[in-house]
């Protein structure tokens, strides 16, 4: 009983003394907490907002802005919780801190009094949806009077508190959830981001539901935390940037964001139609097998026969269809192609003039709100926009220049006498500039007497360029040399072009398809695939063959012959070089 007593006399004092210690680490755990980042980062966003962020049919979160937040996370090396939920409920959560950080929400004015932004990732734009049939609707002002259903807590909700457009509206959790509302003959209207409305009519079969009017109000979308939360809004802002630099943010906007592809066939399909084909054909060999082997033989040939037949005449099909969209979209997609490639210079130049009262302004006074971004982001992003969306401009007419040239039919006469010596020095022309930039040591030899060669001057001009041009990308450095040279070949009775490089070879798996439609070694650097396929059906046409030799590490050639045109035809080019 004694002991006991001792005991309770010494328990106090050691409780208290514990108390105290753990009032201070509390508090100093306190104080960390807001100097750092949590060990976990709760990050909110939409549960129906296709394809940027939605719970998938097993309830996980999936889109766009789910896989780059984790590839964010990862390069950062921070462990993310991503909660998706009503869009509202997400918005109070970063507003009473059950949620660090949104992984996409629309930058404002308004929410800027709230919300600290970080550089978009995104540019989301909003449609007007009516049921089938209803009147184009030019904007919200034709939406007076009318009952128009929005997302609570979404960005047109924001808008319509401080613009009275005269509207009754009906306010909804979900984007769906208002395209349903709309789809079952209730109210006017929808106000629904452009691509989500699109992808969720599609997905919830809503064949009655379409966007009437142009898509608007584009804003920039990305990360958003709570006001003065700089520490966690810099490292998201610094991972989404090393995830654009390493290409990693294109490959998950393709993804996601790029053109959906085809429905690829069930595997129940797969087999039905295997079964269609391989059961027949099974049937038909084992009775060639019972009747004889020479029958078998026999058959066997024809069926490869009528197979090759077939898939010329699919090919010819695919080729037909090609030229036909081709020859129809091409124009209307270089127009606004053009303006972007004229019109983009002009804007930086803009830019650039009006920088420097934008930066006294900034000296002066300090950071301040552009366009819904603050300045100082501003003023590092938008020279790299301006460049990234003229690079893009000039590589969509790049493409379609290349279709061009691939589906055109030329009905041009190939029956003109070629001096091969004159289609080389006129190539070496028209990419002298490319040359000077590729290599220092260029040389062109043409043989004396060649013979000339029947077809078309300028298609051939074509196939020597194309050559040119892909000897230069394949040097790795300007020391490396590239050599054109004519000759002709008596036994064969071809004249020959060739073009030697001191490049990087092409693998041997490769050799076989580089005159295949679409197929390239370089579409990292803007290659379409269609150069070499042009060129064969200029060779083929002529005639002629396309020749290939390379060893990786060492270079390439390619050698163009040709049928030589009738005796006594020769050129009058004489040999020379060049460098």
């Known amino acids: 009983m004694r002991h006991w007593l001792v005991s309770k006399k010494l328990l106090f004092p050691l409780v ?41 049919k097993n309830g996980q979160p999936a889109g766009f802005n789910v896989e780059l937040t984790r590839a964010i996370a990862e390069v950062m090396g921070i462990k993310v919780e991503i ?22 929400i629309t930058s404002s004015e308004a929410r800027s009094k709230t919300v600290d932004f970080s550089p978009p990732h995104n540019i989301i734009h909003t449609s007007i949806f009516a049921r089938r049939g209803a009147q184009p609707v030019s904007g919200l002002e034709a939406l007076r009077g009318k009952e128009v259903i929005v997302q609570k807590g979404g960005n047109m909700h924001d808008y319509l508190l401080t613009h009275d457009i005269g509207a009754k509206l009906f306010f909804v959790d979900t984007h769906a959830d208002a395209l349903r509302l709309l789809s079952s003959g ?13 992808y969720l009519g599609r997905e919830l079969g809503l064949s009655n539901i379409v966007a009437v009017g142009h898509p608007f109000a584009g804003g920039y979308y990305g990360y958003g935390v709570k006001k003065g939360n700089a520490e966690l809004l810099s490292t998201f802002s610094q991972g989404l940037a090393i995830v654009k630099n390493t290409g990693r943010y294109q490959k998950i906007y393709d993804k996601w964001l790029g053109v959906l592809e085809p429905q690829q066939p069930s595997l129940g399909k797969i087999l039905r139609y295997l079964a269609m084909v391989v059961v027949p054909l099974l049937l038909v060999l084992g009775g060639t097998v019972i009747w004889s082997r020479t029958l078998q033989r026999r058959v066997a040939q024809a069926t490869a026969e009528l197979q090759q037949h077939q898939q010329q005449l699919i090919q010819a099909d695919k080729m ?26 002009v804007l930086k130049k803009l830019f650039q003039s009006a920088q420097s009262s934008l930066e006294e302004r900034f000296e002066e006074h300090g950071d301040f709100m552009i366009g819904g971004i603050r300045y100082s982001q501003v003023r590092d992003e938008a020279p790299r926009m301006f460049d990234e969306m003229h690079d893009g401009a000039r590589r969509i007419k790049r493409i379609v220049d290349d279709l061009k040239d691939f589906a055109r039919k030329d009905d041009s006469d190939l029956n003109e006498s070629v001096d091969l010596n004159v289609v080389v020095a006129a190539s070496v022309r028209l990419v002298e500039n490319s ?54 070949d008596q036994d064969a009775g071809e004249v020959l072009v060739s073009v030697s490089d001191e490049g990087i070879g092409i693998p041997a798996e490769h050799v076989s398809h580089l005159t295949d439609p679409f197929f390239t070694t370089k579409r990292d650097q803007g290659g379409t695939g269609l150069g070499l396929s042009v060129s064969a059906g200029i060779v083929k046409d002529h005639q002629g063959r396309l020749l290939f030799s390379s060893a990786v590490g060492e270079g390439t050639t390619v050698t163009v012959a040709l049928p ?10 004489g040999k020379g070089d060049g460098a």
């Open 186 to 198: 209730k109210h006017d209207y929808a106000l629904v981001g452009n691509l989500p409305g699109l």
């Open 435 to 488: 040359i000077k930039k590729a290599t220092r040591r260029f040389e062109v030899s043409c043989a004396d007497g060649l013979p000339r060669c029947r077809g078309n001057a300028q298609r051939i001009e074509q196939v020597v360029v194309n050559l040119i041009l892909n000897a230069c990308q394949a040097l790795p450095s300007p020391d490396k040399g590239i050599r054109v040279a004519t000759s002709f």
């Open 320 to 345: 037909a269809s090609l030229g036909i969209l081709v020859s129809g979209v091409a124009h209307e997609i270089n127009n606004p192609t053009g303006l972007i490639l004229l019109n983009i210079p």
């Open 564 to 573: 030589a045109g009738a005796a006594g035809e020769k050129s009058l080019a």
């Open 83 to 104: 909660r998706l939920g009503n869009w509202d409920d997400m918005r109070h959560g970063l507003e009473n801190g059950s949620i660090d950080i949104l992984e996409g």
């Open 16 to 56: 208290l003394a514990l108390s105290l210690v753990a009032g201070s680490v509390s508090c100093w755990a306190g104080q960390a907490a807001a100097a750092h980042p949590p060990t976990v980062v709760v990050v909110g966003g939409d549960k129906n907002f296709p394809p940027y962020e939605f719970l998938d």
